[in-house]
């Protein structure tokens, strides 16, 4: 089994900043992309930051200049450093982790349970 949890969400003012954190656990032989995504009440699952394995990285154009993905493969973590942030990043922030259970398997998503980010005064 796979577990992906995460961690950091919560209430900040505009203009704040907050670290979001995703680790996974268990049967795990290899991550390859990583990455957040978000949705917001009455709204679909958008694309927030990919890291992928050789360490490049892709933003939604939202965010850019203000968020900053990375990864830590000894601690098969994914962190968004978010920053300036805004009322319209108010959302349910979900990790997801593109793994390898093991050797022979193919790679599929794993999603973590989501997080609630509030951005208001």
């Known amino acids: 089994q796979v577990q992906v949890v995460e961690s950091g969400g919560g209430l900040v003012q505009p203009g704040g900043s907050l670290r979001l954190s995703c680790a996974a656990s268990?049967?795990?032989?290899?991550?390859?992309?990583m990455g957040w995504y978000r949705q917001a009440p009455g709204k679909k699952r958008d694309m927030v930051a990919i890291?992928?394995?050789?360490?490049?990285?892709n933003y939604a154009d939202s965010v850019k200049g203000r968020f900053t993905i990375s990864r830590d493969n000894a601690k098969n973590t994914v962190y968004l450093q978010m920053n300036s942030l805004k009322a319209e990043d108010t959302a349910v922030y979900y990790c997801?982790?593109?793994?390898?259970?093991?050797?022979?398997?193919?790679?599929?998503?794993?999603w973590g349970q989501g997080t609630q980010v509030t951005v208001s005064s």
């Open positions: 997801n982790l593109v793994m390898r259970a093991h050797i022979g398997a193919i790679p599929r998503n794993y």
């Open positions: 890291v992928f394995s050789g360490g490049s990285t």
């Open positions: 268990g049967s795990i032989f290899s991550i390859n992309d």
